[in-house]
């Protein structure tokens, strides 16, 4: 037990060392900002299309599940109001960051994991080349703009897939769904929405850049960097979704 703590303390010190190392890089602006460019093509353009779809599909669920709920029980229109606000509120930012965990957090680990063990960030601090500002800012600064932006997009499809399939397959009517949309929306729940992602992004780029920069054991810990950095995003995803509902979401009470 007192081991399993000590290797615990022992982590979440190099957690921290790295974040911290990452904060004083930012002032070394011209190492970092090609590979931020790239790194948010490649978080956010890339993974458009993957988001696009599970924000389709999680509408359209989430519409046929609230008419099974609410037929012949309750007024029809209030379809709108369920599937707006559990899309914003919850469905799109937590799902949407599921799915880049497991996309975006491996494909980090899995990269930096395999420089770390074939030398090539001891290369680059051997030549004096800042390898936190190189490798770890960019993927912090692309999780941290990114995320939210796809959760936008995301919301923004779910919704639209909602209403479709809501007058498509009853006679709710799109005044009747926008009415609603309406009722109960709130311009902090989008706002709740966004920083909510915003974290979300941070923490999976956060979680793959540190267990792949530290990733020791050759090919076979670069496949334990990859699973450990989607298991640990995972995890602290639905801890950080209960934490920020527990606390965020008092701030629109």
């Given at each position: 037990m007192v081991t399993v703590l000590e290797n615990f303390f022992t982590e979440i010190g190099k957690y921290g060392k790295?974040?911290?190392w990452s904060v004083l890089s930012i002032r070394d602006?011209?190492?970092y900002y090609e590979n931020t460019i790239r790194r948010m093509k490649f978080i956010g353009i890339q993974s458009l299309p993957i988001v696009?779809?599970?924000g389709a599909f999680m509408g359209m669920v989430e519409s046929v599940q609230v008419l099974y709920?609410?037929?012949n029980r309750a007024p029809l229109y209030l379809v709108g109001s369920i599937v707006t606000e559990s899309i914003i509120l919850e469905l799109g930012p937590v799902l949407t960051a599921l799915i880049l965990s497991g996309r975006v957090g491996a494909s980090i680990a899995a990269e930096l994991g395999t420089m770390r063990v074939t030398e090539q960030i001891d290369a680059l601090e051997v030549m004096a080349f800042n390898p936190i500002a190189f490798l770890i800012v960019p993927v912090l600064i692309a999780g941290l703009v990114m995320v939210?932006?796809?959760t936008v997009f995301a919301d923004v499809i779910g919704i639209l897939s909602g209403w479709f399939i809501s007058i498509l397959t009853t006679d709710?009517?799109?005044a009747e769904f926008l009415k609603?949309?309406?009722r109960f929306f709130i311009p902090w729940d989008l706002t709740y929405g966004i920083i909510k992602s915003a974290v979300f992004g941070f923490f999976i780029a956060a979680n793959a850049a540190y267990v792949g920069f530290f990733t020791e054991g050759g090919a076979e810990g670069v496949g334990r960097s990859t699973t450990r950095s989607v298991?640990?995003?995972s995890v602290m995803i639905l801890i950080l979704d209960y934490l920020m509902a527990q606390f965020l979401l008092k701030a629109g009470w």
């Open positions: 790295l974040l911290w602006f011209s190492t696009l779809m599970t709920s609410l037929q939210p932006v796809l709710l009517s799109t609603g949309a309406q298991v640990i995003s």
